[in-house]
């Protein structure tokens, strides 16, 4: 009797009882969340429910006031007492999650599994470990890191195709973790799938079927022409298979409904399901195309190395050339002949030769600086190291002229032009702030003009220079000695053609001017 009138005493005082209610209110809360959280959100009335809860919070109580006597008399007690008392506590404790339906754990400081219950065999056969076992070290951090958070997070498991979510709560006094577990396999899949998608989302059975399509996806179902029940076009039903077979998702491109939507199939095999999903990038490819657009103008304005430089932020582009090789080019009489044209038929004839020589230029590797009029300007050299500019030119003049002579008008007149070149250092560079263009100066693109202003139609008319460059490959007429306006008597040769010994000229491989 006296033993009883102890313990009564310990379990009536104030501070004992404060921590059994403190106590039966934290733990009786928390097992209430876990254990009946999803049935009073939803309102659900179950007689049974009311002594579950109230037992949920009783039996914290009674353990708490149980072990707070036990405590305050093993203090009163030897060592061994106390320590005998401790290990019967841990027992009865081990004990009460046996009969909870959820996943229950307990875990040491140092990583080891002290205790499992049966519904939690799914998360400790996820993990590969078993009571007693070491769990993997980086996993007993994110453990302990989640518990030490606040409020304490919880952490995901995958077994199979079920998720766990695992609330890690510290328990100070015994140095360990009891881990609870919740299964949200469906809410995992709810969560995959949301009706309020502002994006296309469909869902597709196993052989392919539409079984769901949202509000946002009604563009492409209809662009697609498919509907619920139907099976997916056999071409895009293809796709969305091997995507599922990599080992990431790869999004398909779909043009549906003047849209284009990019589809990303993830498989939900607990299910047997794949949701579909999509996202609208028609804006984005415009913008693709518009860049692609724009880089086409910009490239047919100036050299591809001139636009990498500007786009680099340079903005005085100014390069000396100690040697490069320049042509022009002029039809013979056009300003007469376009006298009898309409406008339109001269800019026809016109875009139709120089259509014809931006062929050529791109064949040898060469770059168009201007027209001027009916007058076409062309030169090599721009890159650095040897790279047979003047050949290269040489040919492209040839082609120039043999291509313009099989030209026929309407009255059956033939067109004819003129091709001066020469072969020296020149400046180029970008000038201008609108309607900029690349251009080269100096006394060579002088020359090469002369040389085309005094020559004979149907002729390539070069200077000493150039010739001196050609002569080991290619025949030519010498022309003696002329006056060239503003540069006085020069030494020039008409250009004939390649030397048959001198084999085909394959210059035209060598890459850009």
Request: charged share 20%; no cysteine.
């Amino acid at each position: 009797m006296s033993a009883l009138r102890a313990w009564a005493r310990i379990a009536v005082d104030p501070l004992t009882r404060r921590r059994a209610v403190a106590t039966s209110l934290i733990v009786g809360s928390l097992l209430t969340v876990i254990n009946h959280g999803d049935g009073l959100a939803r309102g659900i009335a179950d007689p049974n429910l009311a002594w579950q809860i109230g037992l949920t919070f009783l039996v914290p109580f009674l353990v708490s006031t149980l072990s707070g006597v036990a405590v305050i008399r093993a203090q009163r007690s030897d060592r061994t007492e106390t320590l005998q008392l401790l290990e019967r506590e841990v027992e009865a404790i081990n004990k009460f999650p046996d009969q909870n339906p959820n996943p229950v754990l307990r875990l040491a400081r140092d990583g080891q599994l002290l205790y499992a219950n049966a519904a939690s065999e799914p998360i400790s056969s996820a993990l590969g470990i078993v009571v007693g076992d070491p769990v993997p070290e980086a996993i007993r951090s994110q453990l302990w890191d989640a518990a030490e958070s606040r409020p304490p997070r919880s952490v995901e498991v995958v077994s199979g195709w079920r998720t766990f979510a695992v609330l890690a709560v510290a328990v100070p006094e015994l140095d360990v973790l009891n881990l609870y577990g919740t299964d949200i396999t469906g809410a995992k899949v709810v969560e995959r799938f949301p009706d309020s998608n502002p994006n296309p989302v469909l869902r597709t059975s196993e052989d392919g079927r539409l079984i769901y399509a949202n509000t946002a996806s009604q563009p492409l179902i209809q662009g697609l022409h498919i509907h619920l029940g139907e099976r997916l076009p056999a071409d895009l039903l293809a796709e969305v298979r091997v995507g599922l077979a990599g080992a990431a998702p790869v999004p398909i491109e779909v043009y549906a409904a003047d849209r284009t939507f990019a589809l990303t199939p993830v498989a939900i095999p607990e299910f047997e399901f794949t949701n579909i999903y999509g996202t609208d990038v028609t804006a984005a490819r415009q913008i693709v195309q518009a860049h692609r657009e724009n880089e086409r103008l910009l490239l047919n304005i100036l050299p591809a190395s001139i636009a990498d430089r500007l786009r680099q932020g340079e903005t005085i582009i100014a390069d000396r050339f100690e040697e490069m090789t320049v042509l022009f080019a002029d039809v013979v009489d056009f300003t007469q002949l376009s006298t009898r044209m309409t406008p339109v038929e001269v800019v026809a004839i016109l875009n139709r030769v120089f259509s014809v020589f931006d062929g050529l230029a791109d064949r040898y590797g060469l770059e168009k600086i201007k027209t001027i009029g009916d007058a076409y300007m062309v030169v090599g050299g721009l890159t650095p190291g040897p790279n047979h500019h003047v050949e290269r030119v040489a040919e492209m003049g040839l082609n120039m002229i043999a291509e313009v002579a099989a030209f026929e008008m309407g009255d059956g007149q033939r067109l004819q032009i003129r091709v001066g070149m020469q072969t020296g250092p020149a400046v180029a560079g970008v000038i201008g702030l609108k309607k900029f263009i690349y251009d080269v100066w100096g006394d060579t693109v002088n020359t090469a003009s002369r040389m085309e202003s005094h020559g004979v139609a149907g002729r390539i008319h070069v200077t000493e220079t150039t010739y001196r460059h050609l002569r080991a490959a290619y025949t030519f007429e010498p022309r003696g000695t002329i006056d060239v306006r503003g540069k006085g008597p020069m030494t020039t040769y008409l250009l004939v053609g390649r030397k048959s010994g001198a084999g085909p000229f394959l210059g035209h491989d060598l890459g850009d001017a």
